[in-house]
């Protein structure tokens, strides 16, 4: 079998004030696989930390984007080309305010919705949307509530924290899945998980 890249983007806002709040979703994720993994994400390159690992066989790439969630593509397009990996071979882990608290959605493909992060992505893509994708739920934004003061806040009661760090367990499982047995399977396995 032949060595391919694959990336992993984790999508959130750097910085102390930002961590553990429901927009760091893909941050916490790739937090679980360092761990997992051995490995520090640490070295600055192209607008984000990467390090670089073997799993499977295969070379992986962790990318957490420094640029701030809404000009995470200026990161992820540039890491792209320059590890020339496929689209279809980089995985995005993003927070889903539409999503229960705690559920995964993956996906071999598809827009951006509300997702800004996203959005970027797609944009300095040029709206190429062959990768995959995995949400993590944060859950819906309070009557009252507005979107950025809700996806900037962390989780109020101890349960929902506990269901979060369950959460970004079952998203790297997901990723260890996709990289061992592709995206179907990966979709059978964690879809509404």
């Not at 369950?166 to 990723?175: G, I, L, M, Q, S």
């Amino acid at each position: 079998m032949e060595k391919q890249t694959f990336i992993v983007v984790g999508l959130g806002n750097p910085g102390a004030q930002y961590a553990r709040t429901r927009h760091n979703a893909g941050f916490e994720t790739l937090e679980v696989l360092s761990r997992r993994w051995g490995v520090e994400i640490s070295r600055k390159k192209l607008g984000g930390l990467v390090a670089e690992t073997t799993y499977n066989g295969h070379r992986v790439v962790l990318v957490l984007p420094q640029t701030y969630m809404n000009a995470s593509g200026e990161c992820v397009q540039p890491i792209l080309q320059w590890y020339k990996a496929p689209l279809a071979n980089m995985v995005v882990i993003y927070d889903d305010i539409d999503l229960a608290l705690g559920r995964l959605r993956v996906r071999k493909s598809g827009s951006a919705g509300t997702h800004n992060g996203m959005r970027s992505i797609l944009g300095c893509l040029g709206n190429q949307q062959g990768f995959p994708r995995i949400r993590v739920g944060v859950g819906a934004k309070p009557e009252g509530w507005d979107l950025a003061d809700w996806v900037l806040s962390t989780y109020r009661l101890r349960e929902e924290r506990e269901e979060m760090e369950k959460a970004f367990v079952r998203a790297a499982d997901c990723v260890e899945d996709w990289l061992k047995n592709g995206i179907e399977h990966a979709m059978q396995q964690y879809n509404g998980k």
